[in-house]
């Protein structure tokens, strides 16, 4: 059974991701920070399935914390699967954006990736099977008004998904990017009317959770692996 963190996995998308992976027959690790309790339930109601899963707590953008949580994590084996969901919005028009606005989105969603990936790369190569994906944003690929903080971040965390696919891909170590649009959550339910999600999205409606989760499921799998250095745009037709 091969193991797999996903870090953010308490929220809609995430815990969507953890349930796909659990269902395809991996231990999950649930990760969460601040919310350790929306983990927890994820847990619950894949333990109630008969699924194998652990709730697992710690700042992502406290590098030496997630080290230690990390190696704790490895002395059971190698995290062949991971899945970097973790990420923040902090929204503010540019010329009225705060320091600290920019440089928390950019912690979490950057810094936070290398935090997390780089300790469980190597474990990884020796195995000679790995899959990475990150999950980015539309925001990443086609900007944003009042996001260019979130969207710095993500298209910065394109560029590190080419990289390092580059780096890993001989050892059969996959990195891939997957970039939603709207998906229905509450925060885009707090963003969106349906006549907007009409005018913006080709399809004629706001993509679901499980929708993203089965193209993360697929790109983990066995029959992913010539898929690799790849932005996937999971978005109804958005430009």
């Keep these: 059974m091969k193991r797999a963190l996903v870090t953010g996995g308490g929220g809609a998308i995430g815990s969507a991701i953890c349930t796909r992976l659990a269902r395809s027959g991996h231990f999950v690790y649930v990760h969460a920070n601040q919310h350790r309790s929306r983990a927890e339930a994820v847990v619950d109601a894949l333990r109630a399935e008969g699924l ?11 590098g030496a914390a997630t080290a230690t949580a990390l190696e704790g994590l490895l002395t059971a084996g190698p995290i062949q699967v991971l899945v970097n969901n973790a990420g923040i919005h902090d929204d503010a028009v540019f010329p009225g954006m705060q320091r600290k606005q920019w440089a928390s989105v950019i912690d979490v969603s950057l810094n936070g990736f290398f935090n997390v990936t780089q300790p469980l790369t ?20 086609m900007g944003n008004r009042g996001q260019v903080n979130y969207a710095a971040a993500k298209a910065a965390l394109h560029g590190a998904t080419k990289a390092l696919s580059l780096e890993l891909a001989s050892r059969n170590v996959t990195v891939n990017a997957v970039a939603p649009g709207i998906i229905a959550s509450a925060m885009a339910e707090a963003a969106f009317d349906e006549v907007m999600i009409e005018q913006m999205v080709p399809c004629k409606r706001a993509g679901t959770p499980d929708e993203v989760a089965a193209l993360v499921d697929f790109l983990c799998s066995s ?7 790849q932005i996937l745009s999971i978005n109804g037709g958005m430009a």
């Design 52 to 62: 194998a899963a652990e709730a697992v707590s710690f700042d992502v953008c406290d």
């Design 122 to 141: 190597m474990p990884m190569l020796r195995t000679r099977f790995g899959r990475i994906v990150n999950i980015s944003s539309v925001a990443g690929v």
């Design 223 to 229: 029959d992913a692996s010539y898929i690799t250095g």
